[in-house]
């Protein structure tokens, strides 16, 4: 499947008519200068828990959906910025989707005086510490931090990632790693470089790009001959004139960015839902 350019939401709007405008408005992420107000305001049970990773504490941001059933579990994989409001905001709409959301931080232990994200002095040095975090030690967290989730009274069984930027590289890495996953959701982030491990995913993969994301959209079209080869399920959208980012900076690219993540919020979620039951 050829990566599907999104020129506009129109077409899938008319498609979802079930869900009202208001609803569609309301129920995205917020923009990063928005995410403080969003978790301000939210109704939901959210709380910072810690998981033991090979006898390191490992910090997680948990937010649980208001249902009477259990629920699917999310792992959110941050950016390269670590765990900020912004993706403690995500969270919280996947799990006003339905999801129980988990959002670790990858740096717990790794800042100044043990800290995490919240430890280091600038988002330079936040973002030189999540460069340097080795694969090996990210995907043991990754798996520790969703055994932990799964064993929550409140959760189904069912597991799935979703990562932004840095995060959405790890995603797909991870789907190569844990077999167990049911979904994997790529926010503009890449496929590892030795596209022969992709043999090893399990999960189906879903893949949202900016159209003006030449770096990462690059990779797209050997990433999607692989899985294909393979037979494996990876489904690519690419939103035309959004930037990297475009979920987080939302008021960016002259409108490209919040039109693309009117469309590829919806489709995350159907997404997640369709693998997840």
């Excluded at 399990?202 to 900016?210: D, M, S």
């Excluded at 770096?215 to 001959?225: L, P, Q, S, Y």
């Excluded at 393979?230 to 979920?247: D, N, R, T, V, W």
């Amino acid at each position: 499947m050829e990566p599907r350019l999104v020129i506009g939401v129109l077409g899938f709007l008319a498609a979802s008519s079930w869900i009202s405008a208001p609803t569609r408005a309301a129920g995205l992420p917020p923009s990063e200068d928005m995410a403080k107000a969003r978790l301000n305001g939210s109704p939901r049970h959210a709380e910072l828990a810690t998981v033991d990773v090979r006898g390191a504490p490992v910090r997680v941001w948990v937010v649980y959906p208001e249902r009477k059933d259990a629920a699917p579990a999310v792992i959110v994989i941050h950016e390269i910025f670590g765990l900020t409001d912004w993706i403690r905001a995500v969270a919280d709409q996947l799990a006003a989707e339905g999801f129980i959301a988990v959002a670790p931080d990858l740096l717990s232990g790794k800042g100044p005086a043990g800290g995490g994200t919240e430890a280091y002095p600038s988002r330079d040095d936040v973002t030189k510490a999540v460069s340097g975090l080795a694969r090996e030690e990210v995907i043991a967290r990754l798996n520790a931090v969703r055994e932990w989730a799964l064993a929550r009274p409140a959760a189904n069984g069912k597991s799935a990632s979703i990562g932004f930027c840095w995060g959405g590289s790890t995603s797909f890495a991870w789907a190569v790693a844990q077999p167990g996953l049911d979904a994997a959701v790529v926010y503009y982030g890449t496929a590892p470089d030795d596209l022969s491990t992709l043999a090893t995913v399990k999960a189906p993969v879903l893949g949202l790009y900016g159209g003006s994301d030449a770096r990462i959209d690059a990779t797209i079209a050997a990433t999607e001959a692989k899985m294909k080869e393979l037979g494996k399920i990876y489904e690519p959208h690419l939103f035309e004139g959004a930037g990297h980012g475009f979920l987080r900076a939302q008021d960016a690219q002259s409108g490209a960015n919040l039109r693309a993540t009117e469309g590829a919020w919806p489709v995350t979620i159907a997404f997640l839902r369709q693998h997840t039951k």
